[in-house]
């Protein structure tokens, strides 16, 4: 699976967009892109994926680049229940083989 | 989405001692299961891949005699701390996938404390 890099940490205010970065520039072409996130002590939960198109769910939008050297996570409306690790990871859809973590981003919603 | 259910969520126990902690999967069949470890601040850290009705597949480093996998049913599946230490405390996560989805769902992890 290709290598992505998230910036470690990011702060937002409650109620505003937040945009996670992440580039994943060795990126194959069959890999999709994938978030997770892990709130403090538990699982790690599915947001979203997506090959080339933006994607939007109930949860956030994905925004990938025509390149797709890199992609942004957006929560459009940020609570403090969205303070999290946010993980974007890249792999082949469908794929059987564990999902490999890299460090994330710490997302901290302000008051 | 699906449920994954781990049990339990928190277990303390006394150095020496064993602990057996269970993955299922509520609502789906879940063919394999994958069991990470996390340590304070880091990222999660695949211990080992677990097939239904096989023996798991252990990553480098874990050793297969201390952290026993059992997948007997498609719904759950084992993972049992065997002659705990200290430094085995950690927060121990599973995952299952669901064969008609693409995105892999995960326990609520189990945080072991070894005294």
């Known amino acids: 699976d290709a290598k992505t890099t998230q910036p470690p940490s990011m702060d937002c205010a409650e109620g505003r967009a937040a945009n996670l970065p992440c580039n994943h520039s060795t990126i194959s072409g069959n890999e999709y892109v994938y978030w997770y996130r892990q709130i403090h002590s538990q699982g790690p939960q599915y947001i979203i994926h997506?090959?080339?198109n933006n994607e939007t769910n109930e949860m956030a939008s994905l925004i990938i680049t025509e390149d797709r050297k890199s992609s942004t996570l957006i929560l459009p409306h940020a609570t403090l229940r969205d303070t999290a690790v946010y993980y974007c990871?890249?792999?082949?859809?469908?794929?059987?083989?564990?999902?490999?973590f890299g460090s994330g981003t710490q997302l901290t919603v302000l008051p | 989405g699906a449920v994954v259910s781990q049990h339990p969520s928190r277990v303390i126990c006394k150095s020496g001692t064993s602990v057996k902690i269970e993955c299922r999967s509520l609502?789906?069949?879940?063919?394999?299961m994958f069991w990470y470890r996390q340590f304070p601040k880091k990222s999660l850290m695949l211990m080992a891949t677990?097939?239904?009705?096989?023996?798991?597949?252990?990553e480098q480093g874990v050793e297969k005699d201390k952290f026993l996998i059992n997948h007997a049913s498609l719904t759950l599946s084992t993972l049992t701390v065997t002659s705990a230490h200290p430094e085995d405390s950690s927060f121990y996560i599973c995952s299952a996938r669901d064969g008609r989805n693409t995105e892999a769902f995960f326990g609520q992890g189990t945080r072991l404390t070894v005294v």
């Open positions: 997506g090959l080339k």
């Open positions: 609502d789906f069949q879940a063919t394999t």
């Open positions: 990871i890249v792999r082949v859809e469908g794929s059987a083989r564990q999902l490999t």
């Open positions: 677990s097939n239904e009705g096989s023996k798991a597949t252990y």
